[in-house]
C-alpha cells in the first residue's frame, strides 16, 4: 500500500500527457494548420470588429461613388475612390465594410447549422448505436433513406416556402448536414458500448440516457471534432451556394455568396467586387480544410 | 446477382415515393400561391384557373391525383411557362443538362485518373506535392467563384471563348462550363486515385510484375489501375450528385438551357408542378446511377458478395 501511494506522488510529479495534450501538439507542430489557424482567428477578428475598422456602414449609399476601384488598383479605372480600401459596389457603399459583414454572416451561418447538426447528429447516432438491434436498424435505415435525397434540392424548397427566412436557413442546413454526423457517432458508439467502462457504469445503476450522455458522448469528441472542422467550410459553401442563386441573404444583409454573385454580374468592369470576396472565402475555406486535415492526422494514433 | 440488382430496383420505388410526397407536401406548405404575384383576378377566373389545375380541391385529393398522374409519367402542365407541361419542359432540358454532366464526368474520370496515378507514381517528390495541393485548390474553390474567374480571364480578357450561352451545344460554348464543372471532381478524383495507387503499388504483386522487368506503363495499366479504380466507382454516384448541384450554378451563369435553370427559375417563381418535376427526375437520376455504380462495382471486384 505504501509502495502505491509512493508512486502515485512520484508520477504526480512526472506530470502526465493525456491523449488530448498530445493531439494539440501534434496540432501546432503542424504548419499548415498553425498558419490557418492564425489567419483564420484574423479573419474573424475583423468580422467581429467590422464596424470599428471602417468609417462607412455596410448600408451607407454613396451616389457619387458607383463602382469605384480601390485608390490602390494598378489598372485604369472609370472613378477611384480613395479611401475605400477595397473600392466601392454598384451604389457606392464600401466593399470593405461589407466583406467583412459577408463574413460575420458566412462564418455565423457555418457555426451555428454546424452546431444544430452537431447536436441532432450526436444524439441520433449515440442512441442508435447504445440502444442497438432493432431500433439502431430503424433508425439508421431512416438515415439511409434521408441520404439518397438530393437535399439541396429540399432546402432550396424550404427557402422558397418561407421567404429566405435568415433562421431557417441555419436551421435547414443544419437538418442536411447531420446525417454524416450521425453515422460516424453510431459507429463510435458501438465499439464503445463494448467498454468495461460502461459496463461498470451499468453495473452501478446509471440508465440508459445517463451512460449515453455521460460515457458514450465523450468519448467520441476526438472525430466528431474532426467532422466538425470540415462541416463548417461545407455549411458556409452551401450558404453560399444559396445566396448565389438568390435564394439565401437577402439585402442589404450580405454574405460573401450574395458578393460573389453581385461581383460576377460586374466583373467586366468592376472586377475587384468579385475578387475580393471570392479571396477571402477561397482562404477561410482553405484555412478549415487544413485545420481539419491537421486535427484528423493529431488525433488519429495511427500514423499516416 | 440478378436478384440483388432487382431488390436493389424494387426498393428503389420507395425512397422514390418519399420524395414525391416529401417535395409535394412542402411546395403546398409554402405560403403563396402559384397566380398570388399576378394582378388581382376576378372570382370567376380564379374559380376557373384553380378549378382547370385541380387546386379547389382538397390537399389529399390534389396529392392522389399527382400520384396518379406521376406514376402514368404526366408531371402536369407548368403553372408559368403556360402552354408547356413540365415533361415537355424536362425533355427539352435534360439533353443539354445530361451533355453538360456526362462530359465533365468523363473529363473529370481521365484528367482526375491521370493526375492521381502520376502523384502515385511520384510519390512525396514536387510532381506529388504539386498535384495535391492542386488538387486541395480545386476542392475548396466552389464552383461559383471558378466559373466567373474564368469567364473573366478566357472569355473577356482573353477574348477566346464566350462568356455564355449554348448556340445548339457548340464545343466552344462547352469548354468553359464543362471545365469548371469538372474541376472539383478533378480535385476529388486525383486525391482518391493518388490515395488507392500508392496502396496498390506496394502489392505483392506489382513487385513481382516489376522484378519482372515490366515497363512502368505496362505495370500500371496492366496490373494496378483495375485494383486502384475501386474506390472511385464507389465515389461515382457522390460524384453525380455534386456535378448536378455544380449544374445549378452553372447552368444560371453560363445562360445554358438545362433542367438545373428550370429548378431555379421554377423555384424562384413557385412554379410548383415544375418543382416537382425536376426534383422528381434529379432524384430518379442520382437512385439509377447510383444502382449502375453498385452493380459495376459488383463486376469489377469480385471480392464483393452482391447478396
Known amino acids: 500500500m505504501i509502495a502505491t501511494g509512493q508512486t502515485l506522488k512520484s508520477s504526480e510529479e512526472i506530470k502526465g ?49 458607383i463602382a469605384c476601384s480601390p485608390g490602390w488598383w494598378p489598372v485604369e479605372a472609370a472613378c477611384r475612390a480613395q479611401g475605400h480600401v477595397f473600392g466601392t459596389d454598384a451604389v457606392g457603399r464600401d466593399l470593405f465594410v461589407r466583406v467583412l459583414f459577408g463574413a460575420r454572416v458566412s462564418l455565423a451561418v457555418g457555426l451555428v447549422a454546424t452546431l444544430v ?7 441520433y447516432g449515440a442512441i442508435a448505436g447504445y440502444l442497438g438491434g432493432r ?25 422558397v416556402m418561407f421567404d429566405r427566412n435568415f433562421i431557417l436557413l441555419f436551421v435547414a442546413i443544419g437538418a442536411v448536414e447531420w446525417l454524416t454526423m450521425a453515422r460516424i457517432v453510431r459507429g463510435q458508439t458501438l465499439s464503445i458500448k463494448q467498454k468495461e467502462f460502461i459496463e461498470a457504469a ?15 458522448i465523450p468519448n467520441v469528441v476526438g472525430p466528431v471534432m ?58 477561410t475555406l482553405f484555412c478549415f480544410n487544413f485545420i481539419g486535415d491537421g486535427m484528423r492526422d493529431a488525433l488519429d494514433p495511427k500514423d499516416r | 446477382m440478378i436478384a440483388y440488382a432487382l431488390r436493389r430496383l424494387v426498393s428503389a420505388i420507395p425512397t422514390l415515393f418519399v420524395i414525391i410526397t416529401l417535395a409535394f407536401f412542402m411546395m403546398r406548405a409554402a405560403p403563396g400561391g402559384p397566380f398570388d404575384s399576378q394582378r388581382k383576378l376576378t372570382p370567376e377566373v380564379e374559380r376557373n384557373i384553380k378549378a382547370a389545375y385541380d387546386l379547389d380541391k382538397p390537399l389529399w385529393r390534389q396529392y392522389v391525383i399527382y400520384l396518379g398522374k406521376v406514376a402514368h409519367g404526366d408531371l402536369g402542365p407548368s403553372y408559368k411557362n403556360k402552354d408547356f407541361t413540365v415533361v415537355q419542359l424536362i425533355g427539352t ?67 477566346l471563348l464566350p462568356v455564355g450561352g449554348w448556340s445548339g451545344g457548340a464545343l466552344r460554348n462547352m469548354i468553359l462550363p464543362v471545365t469548371v464543372l469538372a474541376l472539383p471532381q478533378i480535385a476529388i478524383v486525383a486525391r482518391l486515385m493518388r490515395g488507392s495507387m500508392v496502396e496498390v503499388l506496394r502489392a505483392n504483386y506489382i513487385r513481382t510484375a516489376r522484378a519482372k522487368g515490366l515497363p512502368v506503363h505496362r505495370i500500371v495499366l496492366g496490373h494496378a489501375l483495375r485494383a ?18 455544380g449544374s445549378l450554378v452553372v447552368e444560371q451563369i453560363f445562360g445554358l438551357p438545362g433542367i438545373g435553370r428550370y429548378f431555379v427559375q421554377g423555384a424562384l417563381n413557385r412554379d410548383y408542378t415544375l418543382v416537382m418535376g425536376v426534383v422528381i427526375c434529379y432524384a430518379a437520376l442520382i437512385i439509377f446511377l447510383n444502382f449502375l455504380a453498385d452493380i459495376a462495382y459488383g463486376i469489377l471486384d469480385p471480392r464483393v458478395r452482391l447478396t
Open chain 1, 17 to 65: 500527457r493525456s491523449l488530448w495534450m498530445d493531439a494539440r501538439r501534434r496540432l501546432f507542430h503542424n504548419r499548415a494548420a498553425l498558419a490557418s489557424m492564425i489567419i483564420l482567428g484574423l479573419i474573424a477578428a475583423l468580422a467581429v470588429l467590422a464596424p470599428l475598422l471602417s468609417p462607412y456602414a455596410y448600408d451607407e449609399v454613396n451616389y457619387d461613388l
Open chain 1, 117 to 123: 447538426s452537431l447536436v441532432i447528429g450526436v444524439l
Open chain 1, 135 to 159: 431500433i439502431d436498424g430503424l433508425m439508421m435505415r431512416i438515415v439511409d433513406v434521408l441520404y439518397s435525397l438530393p437535399f439541396i434540392f429540399f432546402v432550396i424548397i424550404l427557402m
Open chain 1, 202 to 216: 451499468r453495473a452501478a445503476g446509471v440508465g440508459p440516457l445517463g451512460i449515453i450522455t455521460r460515457h458514450v
Open chain 1, 226 to 283: 474532426v467532422y466538425v472542422t470540415l462541416t463548417v467550410p461545407g455549411v458556409i459553401l452551401m450558404e453560399s451556394f444559396l445566396s448565389f442563386l438568390g435564394l439565401g441573404i437577402q439585402e442589404p444583409l450580405t454574405s460573401w455568396g450574395v458578393l460573389i454573385s453581385d461581383g460576377a454580374d460586374q466583373m467586366e468592369t468592376a472586377p475587384w467586387l468579385l475578387l475580393f470576396p471570392a479571396l477571402f472565402m477561397a482562404v
Open chain 2, 93 to 159: 432540358g435534360l439533353p443539354v443538362s445530361a451533355r453538360l454532366g456526362l462530359s465533365a464526368m468523363v473529363l473529370a474520370l481521365l484528367l482526375g485518373t491521370a493526375l492521381g496515378v502520376a502523384a502515385a507514381l511520384k510519390q512525396n517528390r514536387w510532381q506529388d506535392y504539386s498535384v495535391m495541393a492542386g488538387a486541395m485548390l480545386g476542392i475548396t474553390i466552389p464552383t461559383f467563384v471558378t466559373a466567373p474567374i474564368l469567364t473573366l480571364i478566357f472569355g473577356i480578357y482573353a477574348g
Open chain 2, 228 to 245: 486502384a479504380a475501386l474506390p472511385l466507382v464507389s465515389y461515382l454516384g457522390p460524384a453525380l450528385a455534386a456535378v448536378l448541384t
